[in-house]
């Protein structure tokens, strides 16, 4: 079962049933879904629904852990990592408009790192974000991500290959190796 993780003002929990209104809102948004690779626009119920569904699986696989971000009971947004090679996991995260600025992220983030590292035995994390997205920038610098270069990806939501900026985060003494 995903486990069930802690911040100062965050509860990082598995999604629920209970959820799908708020995630169907946010990535219903087109100001979200347009930040996210895999997250298709118009969004609908039963997407919400099926995601939520595969996530249990998911976990169990081995292949992705996905975190509810939860404050004071709602469901705000998603953190989350997907084992992408040996020992390598992306970071993966979206909030509600409501809650960007707030540090939601960062500090969403900043735990699911740790969580890579202590308990997945992560040696490796990448991450990213499109350039029109610069505050996502922000939070993995945050989070001690540092910047590796630049690619195009798809994005669902706009139908197209967008301009994205790549970043990677060692395990501490792990630099330098291959």
């Known amino acids: 079962m995903i486990p069930t993780l802690h911040t100062e003002r965050l509860l990082l929990r598995p999604f629920s049933p209970r959820d799908v209104p708020a995630v169907l809102a946010h990535c219903g948004n087109w100001d979200v879904a347009r930040m996210l690779a895999r997250v298709p626009h118009p969004y609908s119920r039963d997407l919400a629904a099926d995601w939520i569904e595969s996530h249990a699986d998911d976990w169990q696989r081995g292949i992705e852990a996905i975190f509810c971000i ?3 009971g709602d469901a705000i947004g998603a953190v ?11 970071l993966g ?3 509600g408009e409501p809650w960007w600025g707030a540090g939601f992220a960062t ?9 890579a590292f202590d308990e ?3 040696e490796k994390l990448t991450s990213g974000h499109y350039v029109d997205n610069p505050a996502s920038g922000r939070v993995l610098e945050k989070c001690g991500f540092r910047h590796t270069g630049e690619s195009v990806v798809p994005c669902q939501a706009r139908g197209e290959a967008v301009a994205h900026r ?3 985060l060692i395990r501490a003494g792990q630099a330098g190796k291959s």
């Open 93 to 95: 995260y979206w909030l």
């Open 120 to 122: 997945l035995r992560a």
């Open 70 to 72: 939860d404050s004071g």
């Open 80 to 90: 989350g990592l997907r084992l992408t090679a040996p020992a390598t996991y992306e």
């Open 107 to 115: 500090e969403s983030g900043r735990r699911i790192v740790t969580f």
């Open 166 to 168: 790549n970043y990677e």
